[in-house]
Structures are given as structure tokens and as C-alpha cells.
């Protein structure tokens, strides 16, 4: 059974940072961050293919926002810096065994975090 925990998540304002943890186990091979806001559908925001460090960001965090992994504990991280109102929601971790990866498709994940809040205020 694929367990992911996400923390870091709450609220900022904008033009601060935050840092969003993933804690998952087993560790997958594809992990990516999405969020969903109210009455949007869910956006791939950043994804690594942990085997060899590639990765993709969407257009509207490139730049950003930062996508890691600390194999010896297990966990994911997004740094999110010089954050906007925009980017309020809720944000999600999410992991595969295979397939295609980097990817920023939610087609492409079978396993999903619960999420954590994020509100950007200005």
C-alpha cells in the first residue's frame, strides 16, 4: 500500500515562500505536485522522474517554484517562491511506479496525497 503525506502547507502573502513536503512510502519512481482551486480542475505544477532528476514545471510556476527529493528520508519537496493570489489552492502530491514521466498529465499518477492548503494573499 502507497502512502503520501503532504505538509508546509498556509498562509502567505503575496511575494512570500513556501515549502511543501511530501513524505511517501514506498518511494516511487514518478512524483509530481498538483493543485486544484475552487471550480478549477486540477493543474500539474512540477514533476521529477526520480531515477534521474528530470524534471518539468507548468508555464505558470517555471521559474518559481522548485521540485526536489531527499531519497535517504523519502520525501518530495516543492520550494515556492515569489508566490501570487494566483496560486492559491489546494496542493497535492502524487506518484506512479512507471510510465511515462516527467509528466504533468494527473491521467498518469494511480497515487494521491490528501492535499495541503495554500493561500496567497496580496
Known amino acids: 500500500q502507497v502512502q503520501l503525506v503532504e505538509s508546509g502547507g498556509g498562509p502567505v502573502q503575496a511575494g512570500g515562500s513556501l515549502r511543501l513536503s511530501c513524505v511517501m512510502s514506498p518511494y516511487l519512481w514518478c512524483m509530481g505536485w498538483f493543485r486544484q482551486a475552487p471550480g478549477k480542475e486540477r493543474e500539474g505544477v512540477a514533476t521529477?522522474?526520480?531515477?534521474?532528476?528530470?524534471?518539468d514545471y507548468s508555464a505558470s510556476v517555471q521559474g518559481r517554484f522548485t521540485i526536489s527529493q531527499d531519497n535517504a528520508k523519502n520525501t518530495l519537496f516543492l520550494q515556492m517562491d515569489s508566490l501570487k493570489p494566483e496560486d492559491t489552492a489546494t496542493y497535492f502530491c502524487?506518484?506512479?511506479?512507471?510510465?511515462?514521466?516527467?509528466?504533468?498529465?494527473?491521467?498518469?499518477?494511480?497515487?494521491w496525497g490528501q492535499g495541503t492548503q495554500v493561500t496567497v494573499s496580496s
Open positions: 521529477i522522474f526520480t531515477r534521474d532528476g528530470r524534471t
Open positions: 502524487a506518484a506512479n511506479r512507471g510510465g511515462y514521466c516527467p509528466s504533468l498529465n494527473n491521467l498518469h499518477y494511480t497515487f
